[in-house]
C-alpha cells in the first residue's frame, strides 16, 4: 500500500514526530509519563464508586480466571476505550494544528495522523502493563494471553488510525467536527459495556422482548467497539480467547475502517495546503 511506502520512505520523519508528541504530552512537569496512568486511575476510582457502590453494578466472575475485582473489570474495558478517544481526538487536531507545516513543507501528510497513533500507543502499552501486572497480583494468568492481546491491540491501533483519518479530513472542512465528536463519544461512551455489563442490556431484551423482529441485544451488538471491549475483557480478565465470530468481526473491522479512512485521506491530501 502507498501509505507504508511513504512511511518507510520517511521512518527519521515519522520518528521524530511521534518522540515530539510522547515528550510534548507531559513537558515541564515533575512526573513526566507518569500522568499517562492519572486520568484512567482516576476514572477507575470514580467508576467504581458510583457503579459498584452506588448503583450496584456487579458484573460476573472471570471464566475461567474467576477474578471478582470490579475495578480490573473496569479498567479492561476503560483504557482500550479511552486509546481509541484519544487517538481520534489527537488526529483532527493534527493536521489544524500543523497548519503552518503543511503549507512549508511537503511530506506525506499520513505521518501526521501515524505518529499521533504511535505516541498514544506508547502511553496506552504502559498502561495495559500496569493492569497486567495487577490482574497477576490479584490471582489472574494473563501472561498466557500476552500474544493474543498485543494482536488485538494493534489491530484496535488500526481501527481508531482509520476513524482518526477520517475525522481529522472531516474537520479540515467543517471545523465544527471536533465539538460534534465530543458529544457523540459522551454518549458512545455509555452505549458500550465499560462501566456495566452486557448481561444486563441482554436481561433488559429479553424482558422486553423483539419488537418488529429485532431484540434490543441485536440493535446493541450493531456496535462496533462492543466487540473490541469484549475481546480485551476476555483475554485479560475471563483469561481465555474471544468467541471466534467475535475475532472475525473484529479483524474485519480494523482492516476495513483503516483503508477506508486511509482511501479517503490519500484522496484529499493534495488539496491540504489549499483547504488549510
Known sequence: MAIFADLSESRELLYNLTMREVKGKYKRTALGQLWSLAN?????????????????????????????????????????????????NGGMGALVGNENLIKKVYF???????????????????????????????????????????????????????????????????????????????????????????????????KIGPFLGVTVMELYKLNPFYYYIMAFRNLLYDNRLPDPSTIGIVVVLSVSVFLIGWRLFDRHQPRLAEVL
Open 40 to 88: 484512567p486511575l482516576a476514572q477507575m476510582v470514580i467508576y467504581s464508586f458510583v457503579f459498584q457502590f452506588v448503583i450496584r453494578v456487579q458484573p460476573d466472575a472471570g471464566d475461567p480466571s474467576g477474578l471478582n475485582i470490579f475495578a480490573l473489570w473496569l479498567m479492561c474495558g476503560i483504557l482500550p476505550w479511552s486509546f481509541f478517544t484519544n487517538v481520534v
Open 108 to 206: 506525506p501528510r499520513s505521518a501526521l495522523l501515524v505518529s499521533n497513533s504511535l505516541s498514544w500507543l506508547y502511553n496506552w502499552a504502559m498502561e495495559m502493563a500496569v493492569l497486567v501486572v495487577a490482574i497477576a497480583i490479584l490471582g489472574g494468568r494473563p501472561w498466557l494471553w500476552i500474544v493474543p492481546t498485543l494482536l488485538l491491540m494493534g489491530l484496535l491501533a488500526l481501527f481508531a488510525t482509520g476513524a482518526a483519518m477520517m475525522m481529522s479530513m472531516a474537520n479540515v472542512y467543517f471545523r465544527d467536527t471536533q465539538y460534534l465528536v465530543g458529544i457523540l463519544f459522551q454518549l458512545w461512551f455509555y452505549a458500550n459495556p465499560i462501566v456495566y455489563p452486557a448481561s444486563m442490556v441482554a436481561a433488559q431484551s429479553d
